[in-house]
């Protein structure tokens, strides 16, 4: 509890809209008629599916299996029988399908046989991690990076600090604060677990100072020989992101470039904490998750879903209605994506729905340089000079100027007074780049084919024209002659005329 | 006089800036220099260029007996590039090109008669196929460059444009009328 805390730089005091749905007791959303499970639902490769259409599945089997080290499996949510593998609408911004496992419910809801682990601390923290991954957990928090990838990087690195982040700075979204208050017991059970799974020496819990609550709910659970700490950090957008949270916990700065392992520390979010409790003390895979469903609809609140779950189903559970002049965001209000329409599968990364008016399109108006982007940015970027060289197509500046530092949280858009959507060019000029960038490797790549095919060829045409030169026994790179083809040749014509002569017999 | 001497000293300037400037277009058979063009060519092998491919090419401007916009495949950012390379100022792409239109060659597999030509057309070895059984493209590997298209003699072969997916959709700049 004496841990001084420090403080980012930049940042914002957002109007936090969180009373509408926190106070609300979270709702099981009952089983949809149909399961839309995206292969990709984390960061990494895709999973491989290992059903096929027709097939019938149990809630909780594995129905796509991880492909490579930064992947995890995808589980069915219930029992049904799969109707198809193929591409559907994913929550995406531009509406783009991906290939997802489709599963008709067949309403019983029957479980596949699951195992639990008694007793946790008698395995080997590689024992965990496995457990961790063939339980399909992804980050929680919403980027969905596996979590056992992180645990494995964690022991080979000498992990020293273990944070669980319930820092919920965006607006809006109160499923971190609804699971805490409901289930403190797997968040703390779970931190426990995630610390021997990586040999963390600390272990800390930090919420927001406007989360009371929950901070009461865990403090009820860790016990005095724990060793947990249990932080509450100031309520500033964005002290959530990672690396503010370690920048206000540790006094630490991640390094430009590097990962938060670099400095000893890693950070789950409290929804994997509870999604490893469950998973290893009850077998449970990842199958369902906190969501909140807020904004314009009758009943803001959070809700238990499972995973693949049709968002149009979650809306009209708080008693949204279809009309033209609202829109969906997915995620949170300042980092989220607008989505075209809401036949999209709930994910592994969902943690909001947010239903908001329409606005009409602001104008864009010329920078005037007031700086206020430089004063509220939280990785102390110049966002006005990365805007002008992005605006420019001036890519390789944007780079020098640390684009890739960026963590795209907003807060310069969010305060410019001339509404110029930094962010926007911020996320073009960063996809630019990585264009180029695929582009040189597939001309690379090209080249390579190419210069393997000519040399194939020319390979070819030299044996031919030795062949030709040499007249009768020229012996080729494979040893034979050309009395030995005649020979080959001979034997398959009498092999032949036997053959034919049996045949007329018959 | 001393307007003579003045028209003298223009003279003699603009000479050594015409000289200066023929200097830095003129011959090179830097094979550093080749290298360079050539990695910033998309290595399709397409022959749009009028020449028998990428490094063929890239010699050509090397030499300065090509310029730099005839790599339709390259588009605005190769030209960008090669302008920045050798010093020749942007232009657009030369008026007897078409731009290329993205995409990749599909076979329709239910036409194909198996004849081996596109597979033999193909730079970059990106079509599989056996003699008088189906080919088809290896969607990954192949480049776009169309060379297969003419070979092929039931026309099975078209160019289709990949519907967008998680690795190679992107942001567009942000459109803004008021400030263009």
């Given amino acids: 509890m004496t841990r001084t805390l420090h403080r980012f730089s930049g940042g914002l005091h957002l109007d936090t809209h969180k009373h509408e749905s926190r106070d609300v007791p979270s709702m099981l959303v009952p089983l949809p008629g149909q399961i839309i499970l995206p292969l990709k639902q984390h960061i990494g490769l895709a999973a491989r599916p290992l059903v096929n259409p027709g097939e019938r599945v149990l809630k909780g089997q ?50 596949f046989p699951i195992e639990a682990v008694t007793d946790y601390a008698a395995l080997t923290p590689q024992a965990l991690q ?58 703390v059970s779970g931190a426990r677990m995630i610390r021997h799974a990586v040999n963390a020496k600390h272990c800390v819990i930090a919420v927001e100072e406007d989360m009371p609550e929950a901070h009461d709910a865990l403090a009820g659970h860790i016990t005095a020989h724990d060793d947990i700490e249990l932080v509450r950090v ?50 449970e895979p990842l199958i369902s998750r906190y ?12 809700l238990q879903v499972l995973l693949g779950t049709p968002v149009s189903d979650c809306l009209k559970l708080c008693g949204y209605e279809d009309s033209n002049d609202t829109r969906i965001i997915v995620g949170g209000p300042m980092m989220g994506t607008q989505v075209r329409d809401c036949n999209i599968p709930v994910t592994k990364t ?70 110029i959507p930094l962010v926007q060019y911020y996320r073009y000029a960063k996809f630019e780049i990585a264009l180029e960038e695929q582009r040189r490797q ?39 002659t050309d009395a030995d083809r005649k020979a080959f040749v001979r034997a398959a014509v009498a092999r032949t005329r036997s053959r034919k002569e049996r045949g007329t017999d018959r | 006089m001393a307007i003579l001497t003045l028209i003298l000293l223009v003279v003699i300037l603009l ?52 310029d730099i916009n005839r790599c339709p495949p390259g588009g605005d950012i190769t030209i960008q590039s090669l302008s920045r390379l050798t010093g020749h100022t942007l232009k657009p792409l030369a008026g007897d090109l078409t731009p290329t239109s993205e995409g990749v060659a599909v076979i329709d597999e239910d036409l194909c008669i198996g004849c081996l030509k596109c597979i033999r057309a193909c730079p970059v ?17 192949c480049t776009g460059c169309k060379l297969c298209l003419p070979p092929c003699p039931v026309d099975c072969i078209s160019m289709v444009k990949p519907p967008l997916n998680l690795r190679d959709w992107h942001w567009a700049k942000p459109a803004n009328p008021l400030l263009e």
């Avoid at chain 1, 496995?130 to 969905?144: F, P, T, Y």
Wanted: net charge negative; proline share 6%.
């Fill in chain 1, 442 to 480: 597939g001309a690379t790549r090209a080249e390579q084919r190419f210069l393997n095919r000519k040399r194939r060829l020319q390979q070819r045409q030299e044996v031919k024209q030795k062949q030709k030169a040499g007249s009768t026994t020229t012996a080729t790179e494979s040893g034979d």
């Fill in chain 2, 125 to 141: 070895d990106a079509i599989v196929g056996a003699p008088k059984l189906m080919h088809t493209v290896i969607e990954s590997e």
């Fill in chain 1, 130 to 187: 496995e457990i961790i991954r063939d339980r399909g957990i992804a980050g929680l928090g919403g980027a969905g990076f596996p979590a056992h990838v992180k645990l494995k990087e964690g022991v080979d690195n000498a992990v020293d600090t273990l944070i669980i982040n319930g820092v919920e700075c965006e607006p809006y979204i109160t499923c971190d604060d609804r699971l805490i208050r409901e289930k403190a017991m797997y968040v």
């Fill in chain 1, 234 to 283: 100031p309520t500033r957008y964005p002290a959530g992101g990672e690396k503010q949270l370690i920048q206000v916990l540790t006094g630490k700065e991640v390094p430009s470039g590097g990962f938060s392992i670099n400095i000893g520390i890693i950070v789950h979010n409290v929804a994997t904490a509870a999604a490893v409790y469950r998973a290893v003390t009850r077998g």
């Fill in chain 2, 15 to 66: 000479l050594a800036v015409v000289y200066l400037d023929r200097e830095d277009h003129t011959a090179s058979d830097d094979p550093l220099l080749v290298d360079a063009i050539n990695r910033q060519l998309p290595q399709t092998q397409c022959g749009e260029c009028g020449y028998d491919g990428c490094r063929p090419y890239a010699e050509a401007i090397a030499n300065g007996c090509a």
């Fill in chain 1, 350 to 419: 969902t943690n909001c729905i947010i239903v908001r008016r329409k606005i009409p399109p602001i104008q864009e108006l010329p920078c005037i340089r007031c700086g206020r982007c430089a004063d509220v940015c939280p990785v102390n970027l110049l966002p006005q000079q990365l805007y002008l060289y992005a605006k420019a197509d001036r890519f390789d500046e944007t780079r020098q100027h640390h684009l890739f530092d960026c963590i795209e949280c907003g807060c310069c858009s969010c305060v410019c007074p001339s509404h």
């Fill in chain 1, 62 to 111: 594995i129905i796509a299996e991880p492909e490579g080290y930064v992947s995890v499996p995808v589980h069915a949510t219930t029992s049904g029988v799969v109707r198809d593998i193929g591409d559907y609408h994913i929550p995406h911004p531009f509406g783009i399908r991906e290939p997802c496992i489709v599963i008709d419910a067949d309403g019983l809801d029957e479980l």
């Fill in chain 1, 291 to 302: 969501v909140t469903v807020t904004g314009e609809v009758k009943t803001p609140r959070n």
